[in-house]
């Protein structure tokens, strides 16, 4: 799995030779496990075509603003919502100041305009072009504004000068797009995280489970990673491929679950439980194939252990975070786990018609000690992002919390 792995990526293409280079990025975003999609300008469409760009990117390219059939499918709102990032390659001297001025005036800069993402640009254009003290005073109005400037790179242009102005080379743009998730806020932290469901086995061949994908608890893995952090993924039975940058467990049942957890958790400063464990199992299962001879079956459950509450009660140092699936009233229940489980923050998903165990979209309501905080709807990807950026917000300020209590104890 790439570097990109369940990222959206929305490339902008604007109008310079450099365009071409465009098609080459868009193979090398997605063979880095990206999912992208296109927006051209007229200026592009003049360089490459768009066909070229659908073909590799393997979605209908996105060119007009005002086209009722188009916003009518994935429109200019959409696709702003849909990225997780956008990244401008080649972005011409035109549209770096149209974007510097905050201009609405086709598909590219109004979807930048209306993104709550980051947004990266990767400048071509000729040197004197680019020295030019227009363009410098928009660059420092975009970096300004936290636009990611990529490049340019020197060397000889197109026009025959020698200078910088040429986009940086695809591969390249990759590495540095790659860059932009890494946080860096779990840093030097070790990081367990349960995902998936457990598998009670009845007999053989016949088990309890449950409906979870594991898509969150992976797509939290792979947030705590990129953030920095070391992470061990114990995981139920699931169809998802390891994250990358994980040590990835695999087990069956809730007590191998137990076992795993609790033998990575030496060093461990943050838990956070995202698998369905099943509450209960069988308590002997079969050695054999049940045959169906007898009118009735009574199996005889007996709890599993809670690995969630059993993390927190006898590693009280550790931060905890667990799940909690409800249908009403999340915020009531939430808090009631926090306190039943002596955990210290609990993320509430609603389950209902499209939300839930295999949706790839979600929403959650963080409930802390203090306070709760709301993520709105989003793709599993960003909201785990969203998710590993609150808990380590508040892991960091427990800590200094606690540095300070034991500096006055002293
Ligand atoms: N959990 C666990 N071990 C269990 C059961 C649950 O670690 N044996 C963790 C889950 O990973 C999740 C949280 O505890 O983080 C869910 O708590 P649970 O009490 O099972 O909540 P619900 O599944 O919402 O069930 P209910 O409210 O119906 O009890």
Redesign the pocket.
């Known amino acids: 799995m790439g570097t990109l792995t369940n990222k959206r990526v929305l490339v902008g293409v604007t109008g310079g030779i450099a365009a071409y280079k465009t098609a080459d990025l868009i193979r090398r975003l997605r063979d880095a496990g990206a999912e992208t999609r296109v927006v051209m300008t007229a200026g592009a469409a003049e360089f490459i075509t768009p066909l070229t760009l659908q073909a590799v990117s393997g979605h209908p390219v996105h060119e007009q603003l005002l086209d009722t059939e188009a916003e009518a499918g994935m429109g200019h709102i959409d696709l702003a919502r849909w990225a997780d990032v956008i990244v401008v390659a080649p972005a011409s001297a035109n549209f770096l100041a149209r974007l510097a001025q905050g201009r609405a005036d086709d598909l590219l800069t109004t979807v930048c305009l209306a993104a709550a993402v980051p947004v990266a640009v990767a400048p071509a254009m000729n040197q004197q072009m680019w020295a030019n003290a227009a363009t410098q005073n928009n660059m420092r109005t975009l970096r300004a504004r936290k636009i990611h400037v990529l490049g340019p790179a020197e060397g000889e242009q197109a026009c025959g000068e020698i200078g910088p102005g040429r986009m940086l080379e695809p591969l390249e743009l990759v590495a540095r797009v790659s860059e932009l998730f890494a946080t860096g806020e779990l840093e030097g932290l070790k990081v367990v995280v349960?995902a998936g469901p457990t598998w009670e086995a009845i007999d053989p061949v016949r088990g309890i489970t449950n409906r979870s994908s594991g898509k969150m608890g992976y797509a939290v893995a792979a947030a705590a990673a990129e953030a920095g952090a070391r992470v061990v993924l114990v995981s139920g039975p699931t169809a998802l491929p390891d994250p990358p940058r994980v040590q990835t467990v695999r087990v069956v049942s809730?007590q191998d679950?137990?076992d795993a957890v609790h033998s990575h958790l030496e060093g461990a400063h943050i838990f956070i439980?995202?698998?369905?464990?099943?509450?209960y199992r069988v308590e002997q299962a079969a050695p054999g194939k049940i045959k169906k001879t007898a009118d009735r079956l009574t199996l005889e459950l007996v709890r599993?252990?809670?690995?969630?509450?059993a993390?927190a009660h006898r590693r009280p140092h550790i931060y905890c975070?667990?799940?909690?699936?409800?249908t009403d009233d999340p915020e009531a229940?939430a808090r009631a786990?926090l306190a039943?489980?002596g955990i210290d923050l609990v993320a509430a998903n609603r389950v209902g018609p499209g939300l839930g165990f295999e949706a790839d979209d979600n929403e959650l309501l963080l409930v802390d000690r203090d306070k709760s905080k709301r993520l709105a709807r989003a793709p599993k990807s960003s909201l785990a992002r969203a998710l590993i950026h609150e808990v380590a917000v508040r892991y960091h300020a427990e800590s200094r919390a606690q540095d300070s209590r034991q500096a006055s104890r002293n």
């Open positions: 349960t809730a679950m137990y439980g995202v698998a369905a464990v099943a509450d599993n252990p809670d690995i969630l509450a993390v975070v667990g799940f909690a699936a409800e229940n786990k039943s489980k």
